[in-house]
């Protein structure tokens, strides 16, 4: 009945036995105990489970675990360097880009797939960008606000004020 | 204090160590899932629990039956009504919970409730709450002694007589009947628990996503005191919450049974609810029909208003308002406006669907108030032929007559809403816009310009008046300090998002001098922190803020006589500095604080108390009255329907400002949960009351895209009472935003008589409205 996979996760490699159904975000959660990823709807909207899949972003809630079987799986718990924060991190935290906390990480991995494949997106790009991830409580400036910071220190240009525009 | 320091809680959350109530796995968990009733109002004939105990790992089914055994089928709520917790023999609302399946894991419990199966005879629902006060509509709450009819209960304020004369003689009367939708707070973490029952130390730790956790304990120890769990054997914690917006204050059903089982069996039990649980079942919010009417004179002068309210609760009243206002604090709804004529009246009813009636970050109905005189301000200019711009401003109460009675019974603490308005329409660049307007009604464009001057009322409250349950509504502060001169301090409230870590260590580092940090905030855990009434209704601030001002004051006081007795100098010769006490006149004679509270644990005078730790309990004189001026633009296209909110400015006035960063972001957030109900979001009960957008597929959340880019600004006006003059701001946008959204809206369409708009304004209704006028 049990099925054995392998994941990579965060570049350390994982062996388990899995029901076929079990959900990837499961797995990450409650077998591999990283539970910096989130769930938050059963219908595939709110991306707060969002993880990269082979660098591709996906919502870990509507994938079985079986399906990432020998592919490598990043979570936000994998972000972070021995040289500190991503720039990613860096900007939601220097914006207020979070309040609860609880979207957050899939609002970065998201990010990260933008920001890899579109380095200098516009405010339009990152609006539609990130309108798979829902965020109940900062009302998206600052999001965009942090996603243009890491863009531009990821391009090796100066960051933007992170002072509030709070007249 | 007014710095922008970036948030110490950070950290965690953006490195994936947040801790919320799903990441606790503890050995030997049991996992709980919940079967509900597909109808909305049906008797229970038979539950067959003997396929989903076959299941493997499935432990236990729990039923209302149960329950009963231990007289835990029904619990109070916050309204002293009664909720089931589980039914014995009916159910009252779709979606309501039928029966528990308890499994080692849960996929298990998943399978489980697919197995249970019960027998229901369906009856017919009462869904319309105008159809529920009918003579001929079957009694819902026949648990209810006695109970004749389905009236909850009646509420009026403000002068009948005198409101009666004034509508019947006054030039202008106008009139709009509007629903405020029932809505769901939908916090992107839902709601869950893990009751930890210890059998050998009769001890009960539950964790769960409560924003009020002491309230919690006590009412825990209330509904089972009497199965031996009494407040002392009872540990609330709430960890980290992944947003709340007062869906996490009431006690749900799920969170009971997963107590009692866990009292039954001695194993932790999981309960997380899934998002179409937590939207079909937990507590709604809104749900207003409100008649409301503005007389005043030709020349614009308002002289009065009339409000009534019929107030949809489900199936029992379990909303969270303080005890002695069922409808909150509607009674704020005379606005910003100076006159002294009102009548409020609401009655409230059962129906057939889910109980709430208080989330979603309304400060106990103000929004629903908010909503309703800031659309009949602009209907009246509209009456007149009156810019409502021009006639907020003539009617406003003067910055001077502050603090100002209102004709419901409330003293105004301060505001000055000339200056929050002007700089609005400065900002927003109100002149030309008009003319923009202007020129487009000529080529048959449609824009709107909507205005909302609200007047909020947050902070409750004053022991005299509020209470929950019976516990009055101050909230406190500890602070201890150690030796080497670092903090702990903990707090009653409980942050889910407002960064409290973050801003209670600068009010207390503006009052003591010791930098933020190296002052750890601590809330949540009922075993530590001092009794609080928690977090929602933008309390925080306004209490458990003013409380941790106050403790740290106390702790200068102790400061003083310390610095005095190391100086060897009198008290009154020392003068404070963020941070020191000095000699008047020698300022080289200092001690910092760091070094006076090193000489509280070493060195301190004989005869003192040593330690430097100081606890308050703060109890408000009064409540906080922050108010705003939002402006809103709308482009609208005649074809579709299509609403494009092009810019939307928001002046705050939310008095002394502890963080700017933060009381930005609360107003981003709070202005996207205002264009929510204005623009999508709307539970909708068909009439045998099946939800019909149950779901995050079909309930609109707004995503960065229907979010508009938020233009905001301040002004301020501190409150007089207020320890370090703050008044609270979380909810003002929540409140402020749907109306001036609304009135832009209508705005627009008003060349072709359109005179209100339900919110949500959506496409179709616009589409709907102009075909309805002619226009093709």
Redesign the interface.
């Known amino acids: 009945m049990k099925k054995e996979i392998t994941i990579s996760v965060n570049g350390e490699k994982h062996t388990l036995e899995v029901?076929p159904?079990?959900l990837l975000v499961?797995v990450i959660?409650?077998h591999l105990?990283?539970?910096?990823?989130?769930?938050?709807?059963?219908?595939s909207?709110?991306g707060?489970c969002t993880v990269l899949l082979n660098g591709k972003s996906v919502k870990s809630c509507t994938i079985l675990a079986v399906q990432a079987n020998g592919k490598e799986v990043s979570?936000?718990?994998g972000?972070?360097t021995a040289d500190g924060?991503h720039p990613l991190?860096e900007g939601?935290?220097?914006n207020?880009g979070?309040?609860?906390?609880?979207?957050?990480?899939g609002m970065?991995m998201r990010a990260a797939e933008l920001l890899e494949n579109n380095p200098n997106p516009t405010?339009e790009e990152?609006?539609?960008g990130?309108?798979?991830?829902?965020?109940?409580?900062?009302?998206?400036?600052?999001?965009?606000k942090a996603i243009q910071y890491a863009g531009a220190k990821m391009r090796g240009e100066e960051t933007p004020s992170t002072?509030?525009?709070?007249? | 204090m007014g710095h922008s320091l970036k948030r110490k809680e950070d950290a965690r959350f953006i490195q994936g160590k947040g801790h919320y109530v799903d990441d606790i796995q503890l050995p030997g968990m049991l996992h709980m899932d919940i079967v509900r009733s597909p109808y909305a109002y049906a008797k229970i004939k038979s539950i067959n629990a003997e396929e989903a105990l076959k299941i493997p790992g499935v432990v236990a089914v729990v039923t209302g039956k149960d329950l009963e055994k231990y007289n835990l089928h029904w619990m109070p709520t916050l309204m002293s009504d009664t909720q089931m917790v589980l039914p014995t023999d009916t159910v009252m609302y779709q979606a309501q919970e039928v029966a528990a399946v308890i499994a080692t894991d849960r996929y298990a419990a998943r399978d489980g409730k697919e197995a249970v199966m019960v027998e229901y005879e369906p009856m017919k629902p009462v869904i319309d709450p105008y159809k529920s006060l009918a003579p001929d509509a079957p009694v819902l709450r026949t648990d209810k002694e006695g109970k004749k009819d389905n009236h909850i209960w009646h509420w009026e304020v403000g002068d009948k007589e005198a409101t009666e004369k004034l509508f019947s003689e006054a030039e202008v009367v106008v009139k709009e009947q509007m629903h405020i939708p029932r809505i769901h707070v939908a916090s992107i973490e839902t709601c869950g628990c893990v009751a930890d029952y210890d059998k050998i130390n009769n001890h009960l730790t539950m964790y769960m996503t409560t924003q009020a956790p002491h309230a919690i304990r006590t009412v825990i120890a209330l509904v089972a005191g009497h199965v031996g769990l009494t407040e002392e054997k009872i540990r609330v914690i709430s960890p980290d919450i992944g947003g709340g917006f007062g869906g996490k204050v009431p006690v749900y059903p799920g969170y009971v049974i997963a107590i009692a089982v866990s009292f039954l069996v001695g194993k932790p039990v999981k309960w997380v609810e899934d998002r179409s649980e937590n939207l079909q079942a937990d507590s709604f919010a809104r749900d207003y029909h409100i008649t409301v009417e503005m007389a005043g004179t030709k020349a614009g002068k308002i002289l009065g208003t009339r409000f009534k309210i019929l107030a949809d609760h489900g199936y029992t009243d379990a909303a969270a308002n303080p005890s002695k206002f069922p409808t909150g604090m509607f009674s704020i709804g005379t606005g910003s406006y100076d006159y002294q004529t009102t009548f409020m009246e609401a009655d409230a009813v059962y129906t057939n669907k889910p109980p709430g009636g208080v989330a979603y970050r309304c400060s106990f109905r103000v929004t629903e108030a908010v909503h309703a005189i800031e659309r009949i301000t602009d209907r009246f200019a509209f009456e007149i032929g009156k810019d409502p711009a021009a006639l907020r401003m003539e009617n406003f109460i003067k910055k001077e007559d502050f603090p100002w009675k209102s004709p419901t019974g409330w003293e105004y603490d301060s505001g000055d809403y000339h200056a929050g308005l002007k700089l609005a329409m400065d900002t927003v660049g109100y002149d030309e816009l008009r003319k923009e307007q202007a020129e487009k009604r000529k080529r048959g464009e449609l824009m709107g310009i909507g205005i909302s001057t609200f007047t909020e009322i947050v902070g409750a409250g004053p022991s005299k008046d509020f209470d929950i349950l019976g516990i009055k509504m101050f909230d406190s502060a500890e602070i201890r300090v150690h030796p080497t001169g670092k903090a702990i301090a903990r707090f009653g409230t409980k942050s889910q998002g407002q960064g409290h870590e973050t801003t209670y260590a600068q009010i207390i580092a503006e009052e003591l001098g010791i930098p933020a940090e190296n002052i750890q905030v601590e809330e949540g855990d009922t075993d530590t922190a001092p009794y609080g009434l928690g977090t929602y209704a933008s309390r925080s601030t306004p209490t458990a803020g003013a409380a941790a001002a106050v403790a740290a004051r106390k702790l200068r006081d102790k400061a003083r006589k310390i610095a005095a007795y190391l100086l060897e100098v009198s008290e009154d010769d020392l003068e404070w500095e963020p941070g020191k006490f000095f000699v008047k006149g020698a300022p080289e004679k200092a001690k910092t604080i760091q070094e006076i509270v090193f000489a509280a644990y070493t060195n301190h005078p004989q005869g003192m108390e040593a330690g430097f730790e100081a606890t308050h309990y703060y109890d408000p004189p009064n409540l906080t009255f922050p108010s705003g001026a939002y402006i809103c633009i709308v482009d609208i296209d005649k074809e579709t329907g299509e609403i494009k909110v092009r810019r939307f400015v928001a002046i705050d006035d939310c008095g002394n400002i502890i963080n700017p960063m933060i009381v930005q972001g609360q107003v981003h957030g709070g202005l996207t949960q205002g264009i929510a109900p204005a623009m999508y979001e709307e539970l909708i009960y068909d009439e045998d009351g099946n939800i019909l957008n149950g779901t995050f597929m079909d309930y609109l959340v707004p995503t960065a895209v229907e979010s508009p880019s938020w233009e905001t600004g301040h002004t301020v006006t501190p409150s007089p009472h207020h320890p370090i003059g703050a008044k609270g701001v979380g909810e003002s946008p929540t409140v402020g935003a749907p109306p001036a959204i609304a009135n832009a809206i209508v705005d627009a369409l008003s060349p072709y008589g359109i005179t209100h708009l339900d919110i949500p304004i959506t496409p179709f209704k616009v589409w709907k409205a102009l075909r309805e006028k002619g226009v093709n």
């Open positions: 029901e159904r079990t499961h959660r409650e105990r990283l539970t910096g990823t989130h769930i938050g709807c059963d219908t909207s709110c707060a979570t936000v718990e972000m972070a924060l991190q939601f935290k220097e207020h979070l309040h609860c906390g609880f979207c957050t990480p970065l405010e990152i609006r539609w990130i309108s798979g991830n829902l965020c109940r409580c900062t009302g998206y400036n600052n999001i965009v002072e509030p525009e709070f007249v």
